[in-house]
């Protein structure tokens, strides 16, 4: 396996010195382009109500739900090494007649393993005023990192789960009717935050039991929720860390250059006589 | 690795795509697969409350059966269907009598509209509301099959059949382990109303919403009847043991189970090296527990060295705290000698931090919903990050450095051999 990967790495390494960049082009995959034959997929409209059910949702995508106050609303996303995400929602609360006091309404991330993530900022929980309209959450996640120690916390590639709930409010307000749109975006955070190794699958449920062992029946399917990111789970080879080493290397040897010209001195040197 | 997956992957969708392409056929010849179809139970309340008209001008009773009209004729095919009411037939004063008073009026199964239809209009208000024993019935309806159940309940006003308190029944039908979920309707609840249906939808995951117009009752009932068509995986019943020894042994799947309040559990996975075990757990908090809780999913050997442990903790309104944790075996050496190297016995304990004021029922325990993955090939790491390559000002200038030190070496060091070679 490993020699496998050294020379998967070699091999690849030798590639990209001659086509880093026109590949990488090529490579670099757009959102559309999978879907641009038969359309864009339709924006969800339904939320999920637990892990199991949750509703798949894209990137960039924006879902919607029809809800009672009280549910629990949950989507699911994949989001893949060296991506940032943050995920917003708005909820349309019900009319400010209908309700008897401030609500508090809370956004939470959860990981392929069902692990709490934390925000790095955005407002992750916020209180409607009884009179207010709507209420708008937003929670960034830390960086997905491709790989980290098993007894840490970070972020790794795979499903990510969006929770969307009312925490807190008045009993008579339970069950109204409320509107809500989800919508997620990731960022590239570039090769600064990119770290080595990488997990044998990326954390989705049932990322095993899609593929049964020989002589094993799975108990209880599992439903791969998100099918990945547009390109596949972590295919890109593409770092700007590549710019980085390839100008770093071009530098050393235009220094290496100027050196040797420093040496030289400029013309012929004054001590030897003119004509020897 | 994870390209072998996708290739996996693609061919079973290849497989799935084909599979969707043939199923028609059999369908459309009448007979859905009774056993994988998901079924729903609607369960309207016909007591005598449902004259009021308050509900956009109209009757409730009216409001319900136009609601229902508009469902029906949009109910999905491959969901089975029945209607059941309570208190429709007894008119009388006795308690009892009215307290039995729940009937199937249209048996689960593929839906004849006309049929259905038929058998709705024919309601009219009249007597109690025995939410328990509909419950009841409306579950014994749902037996059997192995796909997900669902009733929605209708209904205007609060039970009126006590000592059978239906958010118990709820919760007790819930834990026989048969994916039942109970979604309720209210039709202008009082506080009363309100707090017993929403008890009745925490009590076995389902949801709970207030209605004031026909069209948000028609519009959620058919929200929830194709909720219930859409698939979603059912997990496998299992009990785990007070010590690792007599624990339950896991293949990788979904697992639910029931604990009670500060209980743990314990179950067996067994991970080859090389594998990667992954398990998350969820507890739901399906009745009123105290504020502050917590869960704690632990990966030990059998002679109980903790390997890695998930842990989590909340406060306030919640319907399940989940955690999650992951241990990648290493390949062993000494497994070429043999052939299969020996699997180890992981231990998983799942505990919890839950607690009840003394008022609330410790039995049955709180559902417990156990996913256990096993994934070939553990995570690899290196302290290089992406192949190696570098990033920075700080490497250009390192590089720019090294490379302007060589070229002087190199420029002196020929000079010095002319300068050798002239001398010579």
Redesign the interface.
């Known amino acids: 396996m490993r020699t496998v990967r050294t020379l998967m790495t070699a091999v690849l390494a030798g590639a990209a010195l001659f086509g880093a960049a026109g590949t990488a082009l090529a490579d670099s995959p757009s959102p559309s382009a999978s879907s641009s034959a038969d359309g864009e997929p339709a924006a969800p409209t339904e939320a999920g109500t637990s892990f199991r059910t949750a509703t798949a949702i894209r990137p960039d995508q924006p879902a919607t739900a029809d809800a009672s106050t009280g549910d629990y609303l949950y989507w699911v996303l994949p989001v893949d090494a060296g991506q940032r995400a943050t995920v917003k929602a708005e909820v349309s609360l019900p009319q400010a007649a209908a309700r008897h006091g401030a609500a508090t309404w809370q956004l939470d991330v959860y990981d392929g393993l069902r692990r709490r993530q934390s925000c790095t900022y955005g407002a992750q929980t916020r209180t409607a005023a009884a009179e207010s309209g709507s209420v708008e959450l937003s929670c960034t996640l830390r960086t997905v990192r491709a790989w980290a120690e098993p007894w840490a916390n970070d972020p790794l590639p795979g499903n990510y789960y969006v929770r969307l709930t009312v925490v807190d409010l008045p009993k008579d307000d339970l069950g109204l009717p409320v509107h809500t749109e989800v919508k997620a975006t990731t960022a590239d955070t570039g090769g600064a935050h990119a770290v080595d190794g990488a997990l044998a699958a990326p954390l989705v449920p049932g990322a095993a039991t899609a593929t049964p062992q020989e002589g094993e029946s799975p108990a209880g399917q599992q439903s791969v929720a998100a099918d990945g990111p547009d390109g596949g789970w972590s295919s890109g080879w593409w770092s700007d860390r590549w710019i980085w080493t390839a100008v770093g290397g071009l530098l050393a040897a235009l220094a290496g250059i100027a050196g040797y010209q420093l040496t030289r001195g400029s013309g012929r040197p004054s001590r030897i006589p003119p004509g020897a | 690795?994870?390209?072998r997956?996708?290739l996996?992957?693609g061919v079973?969708g290849l497989l799935a795509a084909m599979t969707v392409m043939l199923a028609p056929t059999p369908a459309s010849a009448g007979e859905p697969d009774a056993k994988s179809s998901p079924k729903v139970e609607l369960t309207l309340d016909v007591s005598g409350s449902m004259r009021a008209r308050d509900i956009d001008g109209q009757s409730r009773m009216a409001a319900a059966k136009q609601a229902f009209n508009e469902v029906l004729d949009a109910v999905p095919d491959d969901v089975q269907l029945g209607i059941r009411t309570l208190g429709a037939n007894y008119r009388g004063e006795d308690r009892k009598v009215g307290c039995k008073d729940t009937r199937q009026l249209y048996p689960v199964g593929p839906l004849d509209r006309t049929e259905a239809k038929t058998a709705v209009a024919t309601l009219t208000p009249t007597g109690w509301t025995p939410i328990g024993p509909a419950l009841l019935g409306a579950a014994d309806d749902l037996k059997g099959g192995d796909a997900s159940r669902r009733i929605v309940l209708i209904t205007d006003g609060e039970d009126t059949c006590a000592p059978l308190d239906p958010c118990q029944v709820a919760r007790d039908i819930a834990a026989k382990g048969i994916h039942l979920t109970v979604d309720t309707l209210?039709l202008l609840?009082d506080?009363k109303t309100?707090?017993q249906?929403?008890c009745i939808a925490e009590a076995t995951?389902g949801?709970?919403?207030?209605v004031?117009h026909t069209k948000?009752l028609r519009?959620?009932v058919h929200?929830l009847v194709?909720?219930a068509a859409?698939?979603?995986?059912?997990?496998?019943a299992t009990q785990g043991a007070g010590q690792c020894a007599g624990a339950p042994q896991?293949?990788?799947?979904?697992?639910s189970d029931r604990e009670k309040f500060a209980e743990h559990r314990w179950y067996r996975v067994d991970v080859r090296p090389g594998q990667?075990l992954?398990?998350?757990?969820?507890i739901a908090a399906d009745r009123a527990v105290n504020n502050d809780y917590g869960v704690l999913l632990r990966a030990s050997t059998v002679h109980g060295r903790e390997i890695?442990r998930?842990a989590?903790a909340g406060d306030?309104?919640?319907?399940?705290i989940?955690?999650?944790?992951?241990?990648?075996k290493p390949?062993s050496e000494a497994a070429d000698d043999d052939g299969t190297p020996a699997a180890e016995t992981v231990c998983l304990q799942v505990s919890n931090s839950f607690s009840a004021p003394a008022s609330v029922k410790t039995d049955p325990g709180l559902p417990v919903?156990l996913?256990v993955?096993?994934?070939?090939?553990?995570?690899?790491?290196?302290?290089?990050?992406?192949?190696?390559?570098?990033?920075?000002w700080w490497?250009?200038i390192?590089?720019?450095?090294?490379?302007?030190?060589?070229?002087?070496?190199?420029?002196?060091i020929?000079?010095w051999r002319v300068t050798v070679w002239r001398t010579n």
């Open positions: 690795m994870i390209t997956k996708r996996a992957a079973c209210g609840p506080a309100r707090n249906l929403s995951g949801t709970y919403t207030s004031e948000q519009d959620r929200q194709d909720r859409r698939p979603a995986a059912t997990p496998v896991l293949k990788p799947g979904l697992y990667e992954r398990a998350s757990v969820s890695v998930g989590e306030g309104r919640t319907d399940v989940s955690s999650g944790l992951r241990y990648p390949p919903e996913t993955d096993l994934v070939d090939g553990p995570s690899d790491a290196s302290d290089a990050a992406f192949l190696g390559l570098g990033h920075g490497l250009l390192t590089l720019a450095l090294t490379g302007l030190v060589a070229g002087l070496l190199w420029g002196w020929s000079r």
